[in-house]
């Protein structure tokens, strides 16, 4: 437990303040960004910085340039007053008096002094790079001449508060019968999705994508003649190369791009179904010469329906009929029956992709019907669409009849 002092102990609402340090540690660990205040010729200043925990010391990044690095020089170090607040709910009453918000805040006070041990230094810039878990692992650390040029305060953590609000509205009484809705519209801060610099061709790495379900997850899947992984818009340019076809496009309902930054919008299309939860998409690389050629998914994958529609399957003409397609498919089958325990995986294709019908039959599917305008093409008009399914316990015969078409010709006896 924190001490109280002066300047910690609440004049109100008491109730809401805990001096524990594991809360504290919390919130500072859950934040990414704090505020400094501080003292300049008798004038305050604010600023936002970046912060990180290591055990009872709070380090602030900074330039060794700025007003509270150069003041916080000297021996008697610079006092300061750090805040950091975590907004949960927004709390909306019957009366505007009682509209509110459920949070987590906190504020430290003490003398932050000037990190000059450069093993410290280093350790604290590393622990700020780490809040994403891996990172410094993957990435460049600083130079001699880029430490210089970055300053570290160090503040103890001993002066420390936290203010917290949960729970609900609190409407008076004689207010409970007007008619107008009261709650709680909670907040929380989610990673949008990852846009690599330019030039990058490395895969967004695992530690910026979210935890997820397994279901939602698309794990890298590897074969003899093709490697699936996480589809990336540093995939946009060989995607484009490898589907720049008229014939590739001709079924598909959105649009062919015409570039590659027509690509990356189609990607990011993608990926934000991903993030939304309704499509799992891979890229296909063919494992002979680790060239992109195309892109699959899974589609609407509902784990406790234990369902999903293997679909937005797209192949450069280059490869087909080389074995790649029919492997993406036993590899997408095992994930999907194997690892998943789905009891149901159906796909979608128009009625006029005769050549589509008869891959999906090949694979061991049945078709169940035709559904009738499902889905609209980029020209307005609407598709019907051949409807195929294959159930768990078909998956074993399917299983190996795909082994078998993959299998090696034996050679000819001379």
């Known amino acids: 437990m924190y001490p109280r002092t ?34 300049v010729d008798g004038e305050p200043r604010v600023l936002p910085t ?17 007003r509270p690095l ?28 009682h509209h509110s918000a459920n949070y987590r805040s906190l504020v430290a006070h003490g003398t932050a002094h000037l990190v000059t041990d450069e093993r410290e230094k280093v350790a604290a810039l590393t622990a700020l790079v780490e809040k994403a878990a891996g990172r410094s692992a993957d990435s460049r650390p600083p130079s001699r001449r880029e430490l210089a040029e970055t300053a570290v305060l160090a503040l103890p953590l001993r002066e420390v508060s936290v203010r917290a609000r949960t729970g609900g509205v609190n409407d008076d009484p004689a207010d409970l019968d007007l008619p107008y809705w009261a709650g709680v519209l909670p907040l929380r801060l989610t990673p949008g999705v990852p846009e690599p610099a330019a030039g990058v061709t490395a ?26 992984e996480p589809l990336d818009l540093a995939h946009a340019e060989e995607l484009y190369v490898a589907l720049d076809d008229p014939e590739v496009w001709r079924y598909v309902g959105s649009p062919r791009p015409t570039d590659v930054a027509g690509m990356a919008d189609y990607i990011r299309v993608a990926l934000a179904d991903h993030q939304r939860g309704v499509r799992v998409p891979w890229v296909q690389r063919c494992a002979a010469t680790g060239a992109v050629v195309g892109t699959t998914s899974y589609y609407q994958p509902d784990e406790d329906l234990r369902s999903m529609e293997i679909g ?14 029919t492997e993406a498919k036993l590899l997408l089958l095992t994930r999907a029956f194997e690892e998943l325990d789905a009891v149901r995986v159906t796909w979608q ?32 008009t609407w598709r019907e669409s051949a409807l195929y399914s294959m159930l768990a316990d078909e998956w074993p015969n399917a299983q190996a009849r795909l082994r078998e078409r993959l299998r090696p010709a034996a050679p000819v006896a001379s």
């Not at 937005?312 to 397609?325: E, Y």
């Open 70 to 97: 150069l003041a916080a020089r000297g021996e008697a170090g610079l006092p300061v007053c750090v805040a950091v607040t975590l907004l949960d709910a927004l709390i909306y009453g019957r009366s505007q008096f």
């Open 349 to 380: 294709t128009s009625t006029l992709n005769e050549r589509s019908q008869r891959a999906i039959e090949r694979l061991g599917a049945t078709r169940e019907g035709t559904l009738r305008s499902n889905r609209r093409r980029s020209d307005g």
């Open 203 to 228: 895969p967004v790495p695992a530690y910026l994508r979210p935890a997820r379900s397994p279901w939602l997850e698309p794990a890298v899947l590897r074969g003899e003649h093709v490697l699936l």
């Open 312 to 325: 937005f399957t797209q192949l450069g003409r280059a490869w087909w009929r080389t074995g790649i397609n």
């Open 50 to 66: 970046l912060h990180v925990r290591v055990g009872d010391t709070l380090y602030l990044h900074g330039s060794t340039g700025s």
């Open 6 to 39: 002066d300047r910690t102990t609440a004049t109100r609402t008491r109730d809401r303040m805990s001096y524990d340090e594991p809360a504290a540690h919390a919130v500072l660990d859950e934040a990414y960004h704090c505020t400094l205040g501080f003292v």
